[in-house]
């Protein structure tokens, strides 16, 4: 009994230490938001469980998605341990959430 009280001991520390959630990577369906910062917009922001984040990776995301205010997706990503830093019209320097975009598709 005791080997038995060792190895559940064990297992459960390995799985609890490999469950690192800054390295997960998930696929959601999310919202796309564009707004065109040649307009003081801001660029690209994903909803996700409703909660809005900014992309570290926009530049993977294509021109397609450029055409419309919002475009739900199948979105992959991960996210990031840190808050991203960027210009957004005459408001300055904003900070987000982060995630970072692995792969997008329409809905």
Do not use: H
């Not at 190895?7 to 065109?36: M, R």
């Not at 450029?66 to 210009?87: E, G, H, M, N, R």
């Amino acid at each position: 009994m005791k080997t038995f009280k060792c190895i559940f001991l064990f297992l459960f520390v390995v799985i609890f230490v490999s469950c690192n959630e800054e390295n997960d990577v998930y696929t959601k369906v999310a919202i796309l938001k564009w707004q065109n910062p040649a307009g003081d917009g801001c660029g690209f922001f994903v909803e996700i469980d409703k909660k809005e984040y900014k992309p570290e990776s926009e530049n993977i995301i294509s021109e397609e998605f450029k055409t419309s205010d919002s475009i739900p997706v199948i979105l992959t990503f991960k996210y990031l341990d840190k808050k991203l830093t960027y210009w957004c019209g005459w408001s300055g320097q904003i900070q987000s959430d982060g995630i970072k975009i692995i792969s997008i598709e329409r809905l």
